[in-house]
């Protein structure tokens, strides 16, 4: 009966070449899955720093942003710096100091305070954003024209993503009896 084409009973399984076929097929598959994997955590990554990175400056341009168009006069009135002072109005019949200074360290920090302070130290202040570099000329982060206008321009870093951030705002408030805060 050998020729009438019933297997045997060592006829079952698989040879080793197909074994070796099915092995460097599922090789092949897996690394493919592993790459695209790969790809998208460091995607993934990416787009998370450029996140923070923006919204760190987002926080930073709106404390400016609010802050100066309420605010009567800012100081330096002319030149370019690291520190800035505003009079701001708080309301109908209030105001305050607020004042924003990059540190050697590279954080943006920020204080309010109903009379002025000094600038000298910024122990003990808000920080608003950190790996912030000023992009005007000497690493400088503001500059005035004049006691009612204020550009400003920095970066802000977060592992491999480097935010760009520039602008400008002009004091628009009057208010008779706003005490200086420098």
């Known amino acids: 009966m050998s020729g009438s084409g019933v297997r045997g009973p060592d006829d079952d399984g698989v040879t080793l070449v197909e074994l070796i076929v099915y092995i460097v097929v599922a090789v092949l598959v897996t690394g493919l899955m592993a790459g695209i994997f790969i790809n998208g ?3 993934q990554t990416s787009a998370t720093d450029r996140d923070t990175a923006t919204g760190k400056a987002g926080i930073v341009t709106n404390s400016l942003q609010t802050s100066l168009r309420n605010a009567t006069a800012v100081s330096p009135a002319t030149g370019t710096g690291n520190t800035l002072i505003a009079v701001v109005m708080t309301g109908a019949s209030g105001w305050e100091c607020r004042a924003w200074s990059l540190t050697a360290t590279g954080n943006l920090v920020y204080k309010a305070a109903p009379s002025s302070f000094s600038v000298a130290s910024t122990a003990g202040w808000t920080v608003l954003a950190s790996g912030v570099t000023g992009s005007f000329s000497g690493g400088k982060v503001f500059s005035s024209t004049s006691a009612t206008q ?21 004091a628009q408030a009057t208010m008779a009896g706003a005490g200086p805060c420098w």
């Not at 204020?150 to 002009?170: D, H, L």
């Open 41 to 43: 955590l460091r995607s």
């Open 150 to 170: 204020v550009q400003y321009s920095f970066s802000v870093t977060t592992s491999a993503s480097t935010v760009p951030i520039s602008g400008a705002v002009t």
